[in-house]
């Protein structure tokens, strides 16, 4: 992914996106033995010779953020913090906040309790009973829900068990009263100085780099494709190997991180079966030799601003940020390649 679109995680928390890199990289270390190639051994049989990326076409374009795009953001934003309710009793459709506790007999059991628990009434989010339990109950009142797991529940402990819920209502919020305003920003930007000012300006701010992201990914992917079916390229059978390796690993720890078999986690994840990721894994060697190919050739560096729009689209602030969490040379790694990849854009001719 960080050859073919020059973004490590994509839009999301960086700190969180190297915390679950480690762990992924962990698991994926017992899950496969492989002699590491060195340097030497991943270039010394590949060969590459750049067509002309002079003229190179594409069909993506960067989206324009409009007053209507930021409006039905914010109403979206709307749906999603519903406001608080106040002065009458929970109604499907509410989110009630409660605090819960189920019993099997006078034992709390495993996995049944939580405090502050915001849960949609008529979602179906819990067993039968519980979600109509809360409906009529008041803030601040508390009920016990005699209720039965079913039989088919996937804890053997608890399938076909009765058991109770002691349940505490604390507050009511609905969506159906949540309006774009400035309790709107207070809520989402959880500022009780905030404005509706202030968040459409981070509204505005999110779309933009969303915007930025889409197009340095999907335009840049169309590029650069466009320019390695013009290149000649022999891949090193080691660096498409090792390549493999990498993604085999990662992709085995993460099915098994989620419960999947390997290749249904291929399948259902990536519409991929393992000959098709030793095949994505020899394109993507191609686009990586391309880019440094490009990289030397033009003797090209990222710009600052280059580099803190690189890193913000990687989820974090900025780049000193990005170079906090990751080691410096895979940094410069990353930025190069980004800059290969906004040289390709800025010199790309845009067509029907």
Known sequence: ??????????????????????????????????????????????????????????????????????????????????????????QLGDVANIDYTGYDGDVAFEGGT????????????FIDGFEDGIVGMEIGEERDLNLKFPDEYHSADLAGKEVVFKV????????????????????????????????????????????EYDYYVNAGAEVL?????????????????????????????QATMYGFAYEDFLSYFLGMTPDD?????????????????????????ATDEQKDMIAQMNGFADAEALLAQIDADAAENVFNMGAANYYLLENSIVVE
């Open 277 to 301: 990721l030793e095949m994505y894994a020899e394109s993507i060697v191609k686009q990586e030799m391309v880019l440094n190919e490009l990289v030397a050739k033009e003797n090209l560096s």
């Open 1 to 90: 992914m960080a050859a073919a679109v020059v973004v490590m995680t994509g839009c999301g928390n960086g700190e969180a996106a190297t915390t679950a890199a480690t762990d992924t990289t962990a698991a994926a270390e017992e899950t496969t033995a492989y002699e590491t190639k060195s340097a030497e051994e991943l270039v010394d049989e590949a060969k590459i010779v750049l067509g002309d990326y002079s003229g190179l076409t594409r069909t993506v374009v960067k989206s324009e953020i409009t007053e209507s795009s930021v409006q039905s953001e914010l109403e979206y934003l709307a749906s999603l913090y519903p406001a608080a309710v106040t002065g009458r009793p929970a």
């Open 114 to 125: 939580a405090a502050g628990y915001d849960l949609e009434l008529g979602s179906g989010s």
């Open 168 to 211: 505490k209502l604390n507050s009511l919020a609905s969506a159906e009263n949540s309006k774009v305003d400035d309790d709107l920003a207070k809520r989402v930007l959880e500022d009780d100085s905030a404005t509706l000012a202030m968040l459409k300006e981070e509204v505005q701010k999110d779309l933009e780099l969303q915007a």
């Open 225 to 253: 494709a466009n320019l390695v079916a013009v290149s000649e390229i022999t891949v090193d059978p080691d660096a498409a190997e090792q390549m493999f390796h990498q993604m085999t690993t990662t992709y085995q720890a």
